[in-house]
C-alpha cells in the first residue's frame, strides 16, 4: 500500500509527557498536512509542509512542532501534554503545494490520562 | 476567516430515498469545496470536488453561491451510502489548507 501512512495507531500516555507522531506521504507526494479531530469538532488544520518547508499554520499549539525530513515524511511533536489533547490526529499528503485533493491517512488516536 | 457549517450530525434516511446532506460556508471570495467521505474501518477520501461538475456513486453537489452552500444529493439511497461525510472549503488567495465542517454521519435505513 503506498498510501499514507501514520504510526502508531494508538498511544496512550500521561499528562505532561511528550510523543511524536509520524506520517509517511503517498508517494510522489511532497505536501504534508496535520489534522486534530477532537470530539465534536470537525477536522482542525494545524501545520502543512511543502517539501521541507513550513507552507500554512493553523491553530497549532505552542506546546505543539512539526517538520517533515528530506525523505518526506513528517512529525508532529506534542509535549506538556493535558488531557484535552486527547484526539484523533490525521496526516493527508497531496502532490502539490495547492493541496487537492488530500489523501489522508488512518490517523492516530490520542489517549492522555 | 472561512468557516464551513454542517447543520446535521446524524441522518438516517431509508433505503431508496433521497439524501441531502447540509453545507453552508462562510467566506467572501470564490472559494473550492469538497466532500469527503469515511466509510466503516477506511480513511477519509475524497468524494467529490464542485469545480469539476461530476457525480460520483450517484451524488452530486452544487455550489450556490448566493446561499453560500453545497449541499450533497442523492436521488436514491443505498445501503453502502451509510458513513462520515465532511464538507470543506480551500480559500485559493488565503490558504493552501482545507477547512472542514463538524461531518454528518448518514445511516440508510434498509
Known amino acids: 500500500d503506498s498510501g499514507v501512512t501514520q504510526t502508531p495507531k494508538h498511544l496512550i500516555t500521561a499528562t505532561g509527557q511528550r510523543v511524536t507522531l509520524r506520517c509517511s506521504p503517498r508517494s510522489g507526494d511532497l505536501s504534508v498536512y496535520w489534522y486534530q479531530q477532537s470530539l465534536d469538532q470537525g477536522l482542525q488544520f494545524l501545520i502543512q509542509y511543502y517539501n521541507g518547508e513550513e507552507r500554512a499554520k493553523g491553530n497549532i499549539l505552542e506546546r505543539f512542532s512539526a517538520q517533515q525530513f528530506p525523505d518526506l515524511h513528517s512529525e508532529l511533536n506534542l509535549s506538556s501534554l493535558e488531557l484535552g489533547d486527547s484526539a484523533l490526529y490525521f496526516c493527508a499528503s497531496s502532490a502539490d503545494s495547492r493541496g487537492s485533493p488530500l489523501h489522508f491517512g488512518n490517523g492516530t488516536r490520542l489517549t492522555v490520562t | 476567516a472561512q468557516r464551513v457549517t454542517q447543520p446535521e450530525k446524524l441522518l438516517s434516511v431509508f433505503k431508496g430515498a433521497p439524501v441531502e446532506l447540509k453545507c453552508n460556508y462562510s467566506?467572501?471570495?470564490?472559494?473550492?469545496l469538497f466532500w469527503y467521505v469515511q466509510y466503516s474501518r477506511q480513511r477519509l477520501q475524497l468524494l467529490l470536488r464542485?469545480?469539476s461538475r461530476e457525480s460520483i456513486k450517484g451524488f452530486t453537489a452544487d455550489l450556490n453561491k448566493g446561499e453560500t452552500s453545497f449541499h450533497l444529493k442523492k436521488p436514491f439511497a443505498q445501503e453502502e451510502d451509510s458513513a462520515m461525510y465532511y464538507c470543506?472549503?480551500?480559500?485559493?488567495?488565503?490558504?493552501?489548507?482545507?477547512?472542514f465542517g463538524t461531518g454528518t454521519r448518514l445511516t440508510i435505513i434498509p
Open positions: 464542485h469545480i
Open positions: 470543506a472549503l480551500k480559500a485559493p488567495k488565503l490558504s493552501e489548507k482545507l477547512t
Open positions: 467566506y467572501s471570495g470564490s472559494p473550492e
